[in-house]
């Protein structure tokens, strides 16, 4: 898969969740050093958040260490890059081993993941800060009547 050509991420996955597709790559200089991981999520418009292992939020550690913690090839995951993005999305190819995971993500490829996020989630990798009380409070002051 040539990475120029993601055109979908983040693909809707139910009404309030999406999948987002996450290519890893480690610097050639610095292989040994696995902390030098950078992550580039696909998070749409043509546009693309790049991440260093300290940076990443909690959500996406915890589900690329789960996600890790199952060998490659009980993803089914492709032996090399010759696939198209669609071909990442189709959950039950990857997940038919592990069920569970639908939810979570799974492993496309060496380098490939799909990380299933929730819309929250996706507003925070892309460093929107949505404020839930901002809301609350409005409809507060909307439903509240002075004595």
């Known amino acids: 898969m040539r990475v120029g ?3 979908y991420s983040p693909k809707q996955f139910s009404e309030h969740h999406h999948m987002v597709l996450l290519e890893t790559e480690v610097p050639v200089s610095k292989r040994e050093n696995s902390a030098s991981l950078s992550y ?14 300290e940076t990443l939020p ?11 913690s199952i060998s490659k090839k009980d993803w089914n995951a492709f032996e090399d890059e010759f696939f198209v993005e669609l071909d990442c999305y189709v959950g039950k190819k990857f997940t038919s081993e592990n069920p569970e995971f639908e939810h979570i993500g799974w492993c496309v490829s ?3 993941y799909v990380i299933v996020m929730s ?7 892309k460093g929107i800060s949505i404020d839930t009380r901002e809301k609350s409070q409005a409809e507060s002051k909307k439903n509240f009547k002075g004595t």
Request: hydrophobic share 40%; aromatic share 10%; net charge neutral.
């Open 110 to 112: 060496d380098s490939i």
């Open 5 to 7: 050509e993601i055109l």
């Open 40 to 53: 580039k999520f696909y998070t749409g418009n043509n546009t693309k958040r790049i991440l260093q292992a």
């Open 119 to 125: 819309e929250h989630e996706l507003f925070e990798l």
């Open 58 to 68: 909690s959500f996406i550690k915890s589900k690329l260490a789960m996600i890790n």
